[in-house]
């Protein structure tokens, strides 16, 4: 386990904004977690991202909490006038937890 004050000096990836623009800073620009990974892997950038991300994590990467981390809120869309009871089924559980 980890705080955010021990991790790697490495600058933090920067994902677009909801306008398709990266904030400022020194951070590799990322747009998946295919590209992020391999930018991780490289050495040149490192992020705090959800836990359930570290399910998609590649073998030669290490994942470790974050105890002082920010929460993330996660947001579901779906088209309203969607009868699929695949989506049906998510936002039940979704709403559960």
């Given amino acids: 386990m980890a705080d955010i004050t021990t991790l790697p000096t490495l600058p933090m990836a920067r994902w677009p904004g909801p306008g398709g623009s990266y904030p400022e800073g020194p951070g590799a620009e990322v747009r998946n977690l295919t590209q992020l990974f391999q930018l991780i892997a490289l050495g040149r950038t490192t992020v705090v ?5 570290a399910a998609d994590l590649r073998r030669d990467l290490a994942a470790v909490p974050v105890l002082d981390a920010p929460p993330v809120t996660t947001a579901i869309a779906w088209p309203p006038h969607s ?12 709403t559960r937890l």
């Fill in 83 to 94: 009868r699929l009871r695949t989506v049906a089924d998510l936002i039940r559980v979704a």
């Fill in 49 to 53: 991202i959800p836990e359930s991300a």
